[in-house]
């Protein structure tokens, strides 16, 4: 069974500072997803990485693929409130297998 | 260019009845998954289907659940003589043929079982 660990599962920061969110498996995976869910909503798609070692940024979040694809890494500069959320990280493995979540990091920004 | 479609968004049911939640995907997809989530847990998964065929069924608990996807119409997850423990918010998403198999989610079902 393949299992995505994600940490921390809770951050607190203040607004400006930067912070990275770490998903990790033994497994690996042909492609990860990033997610950010807002509390009453579904889960909307911020990224997809598929080759190891990608590197994607999207405005302030940088997202970086591990070089084995097993690994994967969310930074966001400059935190802002509105990035408050739950990051869930979501791999597929081979052939049409599910995608697999982590349990996320809940993230919250002050003002 | 509607997203994935849920309803009801809310569902309230008494143990023992049954609860129906629907699942429109976003047009031009024709890969549905549902998922199921906890309080403070991640997306668990639960069925794959395409129209007519259910392709994986690993994450379904073997009875009371079941899950269609019919030539017309949407997509039913259904849950018979529901009990406490199906209390969840049940997530639906849908894909188009891809290869990275990027899921769009809608906005979930709350299911709340008294």
């Known amino acids: 069974t393949q299992l995505l660990e994600q940490s921390p599962q809770f951050l607190s920061i203040q607004e400006g500072e930067n912070l990275t969110v770490y998903c990790n498996s033994s497994?690996?995976?042909?492609?990860l997803q990033w997610y950010r869910q807002e509390p009453g909503e579904g889960p909307v798609l911020l990224v997809t990485v598929v080759t190891g070692g990608e590197v994607k940024k999207l405005k302030r979040l940088t997202f970086q693929f591990g070089d084995a694809r097993k690994d994967s890494s969310l930074h966001i500069t400059a935190a802002q409130p509105g990035d408050t959320g739950l990051y869930l990280c979501a791999g597929r493995g081979s052939g049409n297998t599910p995608l697999v979540f982590g349990k996320g990091t809940r993230l919250s920004v002050i003002a | 260019n509607a997203g994935v479609m849920q309803n009801p968004r809310h569902l309230v049911r008494r143990r023992g009845q049954e609860a129906r939640l629907r699942c429109s995907p976003m047009?031009?997809?024709?890969?549905v998954y549902w998922y199921r989530q906890l309080p403070e847990e991640g997306l668990k998964f639960m069925v794959y289907l395409q129209k007519e065929n259910i392709i994986d069924e690993s994450g379904m608990p073997k009875e009371r659940f079941s899950a269609e996807f019919p030539k017309e119409g949407p997509s039913i997850l259904r849950i018979q003589q529901v009990v406490r423990g199906d209390s969840a918010a049940y997530f639906c998403a849908s894909s188009p043929i891809s290869v990275n198999n990027e899921q769009f989610f809608g906005p979930g079902t709350r299911l709340t079982v008294l």
């Open positions: 497994s690996v995976f042909s492609s």
């Open positions: 047009k031009g997809h024709s890969h």
